[in-house]
């Protein structure tokens, strides 16, 4: 199993540009998470979805969308880029009977 | 609105000694807490979940109590190792929304 995977691992965008972040998971998990990880403030939920089909917002999902067309795959897709989405975003997906989530290497993303 | 706060952003120990560290929450009564653990560039890893109705949970050197009472978890490395030096976060689970403390930055001195 590759277990959670997520592309690219680095990104620089430029104010107004628009990019899709990829979210993989091979475990057959149906809840998938977005997290956004600022320094001091720990995780925040962006977006999270119970399965393909349904998604719905987290804490901060402003500027962020998402769609889930498959149990595999969660994309994220920033619409027009902000230097306050400079962050590490890490895509998460949860095994439903321990709970316990399995999260992806991450994306350093820097908008300019 | 919901809170959770670690003790402290940063603890350091030596070697051998026993870690502590502590998470608290306010306006929520959660079904579960869990711990993390994260390594500079990586995305956090999983470590122990305890529920409402237990009060300590062990696996091999980490031990986790949950006093829903005072609102709070408390987090234990025995026998400290310098292999131990991370960042350690606890999250717990509000209506489908995870919600993360900020971290505590262990680091163990030999």
């Known amino acids: 199993n590759a277990g959670v995977t997520q592309t690219p691992k680095f990104q620089v965008l430029k104010t107004g540009q628009s990019m899709t972040l990829q979210c993989a998971q091979d475990m057959n998990h149906e809840y998938m998470s977005w997290y956004r990880q600022d320094p001091g403030m720990g995780l925040r939920l962006i977006h999270y979805?119970?399965?393909?089909?349904?998604?719905d917002q987290g804490e901060v999902p402003n500027g962020y969308n998402v769609s889930r067309s498959t149990t595999e795959d969660f994309p994220l897709r920033l619409l027009s880029a902000a230097p306050s989405q400079t962050s590490v975003y890490f895509c998460a997906s949860e095994d439903p009977s321990s709970y316990e989530q399995y999260f992806g290497p991450g994306t350093r993303l820097t908008v300019t | 609105s919901q809170k959770i706060e670690q003790n402290s952003e940063a603890l350091n120990i030596q070697e051998g000694k026993t870690a502590t560290l502590t998470c608290n929450y306010t306006n929520y009564s959660p079904a579960y807490l869990q711990w993390y653990r994260q390594d500079p560039g990586r995305g956090p890893v999983f470590l122990l979940l305890?529920?409402?109705?237990?009060k300590e949970k062990r696996k091999e050197r980490l031990k986790v109590t949950f006093d829903t009472t005072l609102k709070q978890s408390l987090f234990h490395i025995t026998a400290s190792q310098p292999a131990d030096s991370a960042t350690y976060l606890c999250?717990?689970?509000?209506?489908?929304?995870?919600?993360f403390g900020a971290g505590t930055r262990l680091t163990v001195k030999p």
């Open positions: 979805s119970v399965g393909a089909g349904i998604t």
């Open positions: 305890i529920r409402e109705n237990e």
């Open positions: 999250a717990l689970d509000i209506d489908n929304d995870m919600r």
